[in-house]
């Protein structure tokens, strides 16, 4: 069984732009949440989707925002990025329908984006 | 939620059996105990999760004791390939809870 994929893996930006990162769960799993990990912060929640509704959500900016399509695949965007959005962004999926890591969640191997 | 406290760095050496201990006082009645491992630039993975007493898998055991107020990840005979950032997580299965993830141990294996 193919595990969580995310693409792309790296990416650069510049102030300003906007970015789209996607999440492929594994088939099966209707929950996917997204994180935020830096050296200073952490690993810190975004958002978690099951069934194309955002049911959690942390304590970050609207310009950060998610979906997620009926097939379970999940994208979030950030809009106006900012130098300090540069992190590595991870997927998790799981198979049970609460999302939460409290459940075995299975991580992709995370989008590293810069912020220039 | 419960707040978890571990140490923020370990150092061992291969061979060995290393025990990372995680403090949780306010753990409350519903809460299970789960530990991740992650790797640098990798996403973290789910290495055991148990409630009371001891659970073991293939990679790892995991002892709690009775007032459950605190809990030990026991790795066996460790190597290189187990340098990582382990994290212990207190909480409530399948709560909605938003999660908070600590810092976590880093763990390093010298030769």
């Known amino acids: 069984k193919a595990g969580v994929t995310q693409t792309p893996r790296y990416l650069i930006k510049t102030r300003g732009q906007q970015v789209t990162l996607s999440c492929s769960p594994i088939?099966?799993?209707?929950?996917v949440s997204w994180y935020q990990q830096t050296p200073g912060q952490g690993l810190q929640f975004l958002f978690e989707?099951?069934?194309?509704?955002?049911?959690n959500k942390g304590n970050f900016p609207g310009r950060f925002s998610g979906r997620q399509f009926s097939n379970s695949r999940s994208e979030m965007n950030v809009s106006t990025l900012e130098l300090g959005d540069s992190a590595l962004y991870l997927c998790?999926?799981?198979?049970?329908?609460?999302?939460?890591?409290?459940?075995?969640?299975?991580f992709g191997p995370g989008t590293r984006l810069t912020v220039l | 939620l419960a707040k978890t406290t571990q140490p923020i760095s370990m150092d061992s050496y291969e061979g060995q059996e290393v025990n990372i201990t995680c403090s949780h006082n306010?753990?409350?009645?519903?809460?299970?105990i789960t530990w991740y491992q992650q790797f640098p630039s990798q996403g973290p993975r789910f290495i055991i999760q148990?409630?009371?007493?001891?659970v073991t898998n293939e990679v790892a055991s995991l002892f709690i004791p009775a007032d459950r107020k605190s809990s030990t990840l026991s790795l066996p005979r460790v190597s290189l390939s187990d340098t990582a950032v382990y994290y212990c997580?207190?909480?409530?299965?399948?709560?909605?809870?938003?999660?908070?993830w600590g810092a976590g141990t880093k763990l390093i294996i010298k030769p």
């Open positions: 306010n753990i409350a009645t519903n809460d299970y």
């Open positions: 989707y099951f069934s194309e509704t955002q049911r």
């Open positions: 997580l207190v909480g409530e299965k399948d709560s909605n809870y938003q999660l908070i």
């Open positions: 998790a999926s799981s198979l049970t329908s609460s999302g939460s890591p409290y459940n075995e969640q299975f």
């Open positions: 148990g409630y009371k007493t001891k």
């Open positions: 088939s099966g799993h209707r929950s």
